[in-house]
Nanobody, 122 residues
Framework: QVQLVESGGGLVQAGGSLRLSCTAS????????MGWFRQAPGLEREFVAA???????LYGESVKGRFTISRGDARNTVYLQMNNLKPEDTAVYFC????????????????WGQGTQVTVSS
């Protein structure tokens, strides 16, 4: 079993920055891909970014050029640096993980955190 715990959400003005962190526990993480999805009220979960064990990265189209995903040296922590935030980035952000390569679909990820709220005011 894998547990994912997110932190770093909060309230920020448009144009500001936030950094989300997610720490995983429960198994070895040498071959696990980790990433982030988000869900705004009334909308489906949206892929944000993912990173695999060798540093390969995918981004959702709406965050390219503004968000950066990275992984800690211990490989069980993933970060999401969010710059130039917009009101439409307001959502609950979920950390995800799975054994395998990069993917954009919710169905590919076996493990989900509880989520952290990000609110961007205009």
């Amino acid at each position: 079993q894998v547990q994912l715990v997110e932190s770093g959400g909060g309230l920020v003005q448009a144009g500001g920055s936030l950094r989300l962190s997610c720490t995983a526990s429960g198994r070895a993480f040498s071959r696990v891909s980790m990433g982030w999805f988000r869900q705004a009220p009334g909308l489906e979960r949206e892929f944000v970014a993912a990173i695999n064990w060798s540093g390969g990265i995918l981004y959702g189209e709406s965050v390219k050029g503004r968000f950066t995903i990275s992984r800690g040296d211990a490989r069980n922590t993933v970060y999401l640096q969010m710059n130039n935030l917009k009101p439409e980035d307001t959502a609950v952000y979920f950390c995800v993980a799975h054994l395998g390569g990069l993917g954009r679909s919710t169905a590919e990820y076996d493990y989900w955190g509880q989520g952290t709220q990000v609110t961007v005011s205009s």
